[in-house]
């Protein structure tokens, strides 16, 4: 009957209604867990040259990774055509690394070629290093 579709409909409709509010309800739940969502590894490079919440999310991340994996991700910052990426790039790769030789390395030098030997440098110390940072966090 009409009567009964209708009332079977109204159920379903408001039961549907309860479980996608409960699933966004847990949504939600884990987001405020976490913060925000992670940004992915191929954009964290990016968000270092944000500003704002975008960057320290960006930030924290990276210092959350494994150093195996980290360190390369800020390598390849140090040459990046973004100023902030570079500068960014060296203070937490200094952090991470623990190294205090920064080998000449000045994400303000303009000069690309020069640039690049200074991250030869960082990539020389890194394959040295590579097989003593596994597994450890900072």
């Known amino acids: ?26 949504l939600y739940k884990e987001v405020s867990a976490v913060g925000t969502a992670a940004i992915k590894t191929s954009e964290l490079l990016k968000a ?16 959350a990774m494994k150093k195996e994996f980290s360190i390369p991700l800020l390598l390849k910052g140090l040459n990046d055509d973004n100023f902030y990426v570079r500068a960014y790039s060296f203070t937490l790769l200094k952090e991470i690394s623990g190294q205090a030789d920064d080998f000449g390395y000045d994400p303000g030098e303009e000069n ?20 003593k940072l596994h597994d450890k966090t900072p």
Do not use: V
């Open 1 to 26: 009957s009409k009567e009964l579709k209708e009332k079977w409909i109204k159920k379903w409709s408001s039961w549907l209604r309860r479980e996608l509010h409960k699933d966004k309800k847990e």
């Open 48 to 63: 270092l040259g944000r500003n704002g919440a975008e960057k320290e999310k960006a930030r924290e991340q990276i210092r």
């Open 112 to 131: 690309e070629a020069i640039r690049t030997a200074m991250i030869e440098k960082w990539n020389e110390w890194f394959r040295e290093h590579r097989d």
